[in-house]
């Protein structure tokens, strides 16, 4: 049935392309009649063209996320080059990696390094982001550091996305996909005035996937979801001077997730443990194409999200703009996963019992900025600003093990209860100062201070069932944690531009990042709990923005390195079962990125991206060793040194490519398009111990699409082929938690080729 799929798609792109072949001929003439369109982008907090703003920031319009069939914030890897993305067990231990650097970490009490904003609210942790990408107006991935301007946990980056504003006139739209693997998606939007004063949008979702991963013992589908949404967005004009939106926004997320499949059992510490997992996962059989489980207790990934904001804009007569940004956000989400792999709930000599790994978090976030934009005169501008940030965060976790040993079944087991609040004051100033000759200096300051209050409850003697062990800590001794910290810090940037003419504007840019202190919140003894320090990151950057005469090609290109001083990453704690969070010394990233558009002909656009990144730990001298690590491997007395290694998740080369062929058909009332969608990796490693079995060769992917449309853009018919090479891969590969020496991988949902059908239609 799949090829007879893939033979129907690929009829139509023969038909469409003959079809096309006297419409090109025709349209040969009229080359010169388009250009690029214009790319806005608020990366400075004002209003700025791509072409002109002194930043390395891609951007991607909502057509654009459409045309290539991206949804989803973990889906822009596949359109920006320095953006990856790594799954982990659920959404609060998932990460995007921007240059190489990201924060990958189990504990709630770390910010990210990846700073997600959505329509000018920061979000306070990345599983917050991990959302569907629905009515979108556009997305800015900025890299390096812009602690001065965003200000909380932006010490890589910042993915900021803006959805769509109310239209002034009566508009709508609905959006229909089906695929293989029982997967649907539909998406719906009304906009239009309310009355002479107001307009406004209404957007709603719902999406499902049965889900890709078979569970063999119960037949069970995992890894699927089922998730639903709406935003509404209020848009009041009482008068020409003054502006305010009114967002608020609903997410339900139900997922079968994150189970993970056993890769490769012949690398197991114990050839024993490695022959009896085959016996007991049988008939799932270990490999890098494994996408079976054989699992027995509920694995879940369940959230809920919700957030109101008001922001209002009033323009003085003076020029003067004065923006107030309101928000208030919470977020609630529980998962379990079922980590010993296997379907028995008694333990056996060599493998372990662990069902019960399941964890609640709360999460209640409000953020309040004002800024005022002075007018843009002829030699100087400026942005000044104050923000204030709150969170409270709850977590509480509940975990049990069970192990045979000559005494018997031996069971360990223990719950926590934690939370963490973060509060953040600073204010904040941008300018440019404009030298004439086309040079420009730039630059700002932002002064932060912010507490950070933490506090643990676990008592070792309260376990989860009678005659279990405490686990992890000191049994017989109390993990009552609380306590507070804070910091001052000061970051900025300054740089300069030159516009050589209207076409080429070249810059360079030093900038500072910053990322809170942090807690780990986990099982942990008191003696054995400390702050971790701040992460600071300095950067320096030179770029350069050209477009031809004709506007019909653009280009940008960076280069770039940056230091990461008090780098915060987790190490395992096997005697615990648990990983912690501490400083890992420095690490940096250098390397040069290359974006482009070109629009060959008039029905012709390529779009596409280079990146060289280097992204090593610079200095990690007492590293935990990773499990069998051997003294002539580097481990000595239990710790290595990882100076010189490669960060997590960072290929050296990543390339990005989209093209996108339309079909004008003179004789029929609608046109035809084809597009490309490409991307290809060098090797990466996965694991910042650097187990040499959890690396993953350089892979490609290639995605399809073909369809017709209205040639007044009224509907699109499409269908679309995702992974049509067949290319196998991993979103992670890592060591097993629990069996020593075995590999594991989460195979993401594209990992083999899969067809499905669009029909989006508007008015």
């Known amino acids: 049935m799949f090829n007879n799929h893939l033979n129907i798609t690929a009829s139509c792109i023969v038909l469409a392309s003959c079809l096309a072949m006297p419409a090109f001929a025709q349209d040969a003439d009229s080359d010169a009649e388009r250009t690029l369109e214009t790319v806005m982008v608020t990366a400075t907090k004002r209003p700025e063209t791509l072409q002109n703003v002194p930043v390395a920031v891609?951007?991607?319009s909502g057509q654009d996320l459409e045309n290539s069939g991206v949804s989803s914030i973990e889906g822009l890897a596949t359109l920006v080059p320095s953006l990856t993305f790594t799954q982990s067990s659920n959404e609060l231990n998932s990460s995007v990696r921007i240059r190489g650097v990201g924060t990958e970490v189990f504990s709630s009490g770390v910010e990210p390094s990846v700073s997600f904003v959505v329509d000018d609210v920061v979000l306070a942790r990345q599983g917050q982001g991990f959302q569907d990408l629905v009515d979108i107006e556009r997305v800015e991935v900025l890299r390096g550091p812009q602690s001065t301007l965003f200000g909380k946990n932006a010490s890589a980056g910042v993915i900021s996305v803006t959805t769509k504003a109310p239209s002034d006139t009566l508009s709508g739209k609905i959006d229909i996909t089906a695929a293989e693997g029982d997967e649907y998606a539909l998406r719906g939007t009304i906009s239009g005035p309310l009355s002479k004063t107001v307009s406004g949008r209404l957007t709603g979702f719902t999406k499902s996937l049965k889900g890709h991963i078979k569970n063999i013992p119960d037949g069970r589908d995992l890894n699927g979801y089922d998730n639903w949404g709406m935003r509404g967005k209020l848009l009041i004009e009482p008068s020409s001077a003054l502006d305010i939106t009114l967002i608020a926004d609903y997410r339900d997320t139900q997922q079968d997730c994150c189970a993970y499949q056993?890769?490769?059992t012949s690398t197991a510490l114990n050839p024993v443990v490695g022959a009896?997992?085959?016996?007991?996962?049988?008939?799932?059989?270990?490999?890098p194409e494994n996408r079976q489980t054989h699992l027995n207790a509920p694995?879940?990934?369940?959230?809920?999200?919700?957030?109101?904001?008001?922001?209002?804009e009033y323009s003085f007569d003076n020029g003067y703009i004065f923006t107030s940004i309101t928000a208030h956000r919470e977020w609630d989400f529980e998962n379990n996963l079922d980590v010993d792999a296997l379907s028995f709930e008694d333990p056996m000599p060599g493998v372990v019992t662990f069902d019960l790994n399941s964890g609640q978090t709360n999460l209640t976030q409000t953020s309040q900025e004002f800024r005022l934009a002075s007018p843009e005169w002829e030699n100087f501008d400026y942005v000044i600003g104050a923000y204030f940030f709150e969170l409270d965060l709850d977590r509480s976790f509940r975990r049990r093990i069970e192990a045979m040993t000559g005494l018997g079944a031996v069971a360990q087991s223990g719950q926590f209860n934690g939370s963490v609040g973060n509060k953040n004051y600073a204010v904040f100033g941008s300018g440019n100062w404009r030298l004439g000759q086309g040079t420009t200096?730039?630059?700002?300051?932002?002064?932060?201070?912010e507490t950070l209050d933490y506090q643990v409850y676990r008592d070792p003697t309260n376990t989860l069932q009678p005659g279990d062990f405490p686990l992890g800590g000191s049994a017989g001794t109390f993990a009552d944690i609380d306590g507070d910290t804070s910091d001052t810090a000061l970051v900025g940037n300054v740089g300069i531009r030159h516009q050589w003419n209207d076409d080429l504007m070249t810059y360079v840019r030093y900038a500072r990042g910053y990322k809170g202190r942090a807690f780990d919140v986990i099982f942990t003894a008191p003696q054995d709990t400390q702050v971790v320090d701040a992460e600071q990151s300095d950067s320096y950057e030179a770029g350069l923005k050209f477009q031809t005469a004709n506007n019909r090609l653009q280009m940008n290109a960076a280069i770039f390195w940056t230091n990461y001083e008090d780098f915060q990453a987790q190490e395992r704690d096997v005697s615990a079962s648990t990983v912690v969070v501490a400083n890992a010394g420095e690490v940096s990233t250098k390397g040069i990125e290359l974006d482009a558009t070109a629009l060959l002909t008039n029905t012709t656009m390529l779009q596409g991206g280079i990146a060289y990144t280097d992204a090593k730990v610079d200095r990690?001298?007492?590293?935990?060793?990773y499990r069998g690590q051997t003294l002539s491997e580097g481990c000595i007395n239990g710790v290595q040194d990882l100076s010189g290694k490669d960060l997590p998740n960072s290929p050296d080369w990543r390339f990005t490519a989209s093209l996108r062929q339309d079909i004008p058909l003179k004789t029929l009332p609608f046109d035809g398009f084809i597009q490309v969608d490409g991307s290809w990796q060098s090797e990466v490693q996965f694991q910042i111990d650097q187990n040499p079995n959890t690396t993953q060769d350089g892979y490609g992917l290639l995605h399809l699409s073909a369809g017709i449309q209205d040639k007044d853009n009224i509907w699109t018919a499409s269908v679309f082929v995702r992974n049509l090479l067949d290319e196998t891969y991993a979103s992670n590969v890592f060591a097993d938690p629990l069996y020593p020496g075995v590999i594991s991988h989460y195979l993401p949902r594209d990992y083999e080729r899969y067809v499905g059908a669009r029909l989006a239609a508007s008015f």
């Open 58 to 60: 891609s951007a991607k």
């Open 262 to 264: 056993i890769r490769d």
């Open 276 to 287: 009896t997992l085959d016996a007991l996962l049988n008939p799932v059989v270990a490999s």
């Open 299 to 312: 694995v879940y990934n369940n959230s809920e999200q919700w957030g109101v904001s008001g922001k209002a």
């Open 441 to 449: 200096i730039f630059g700002g300051l932002r002064l932060l201070n």
């Open 620 to 625: 990690f001298p007492f590293a935990q060793c």
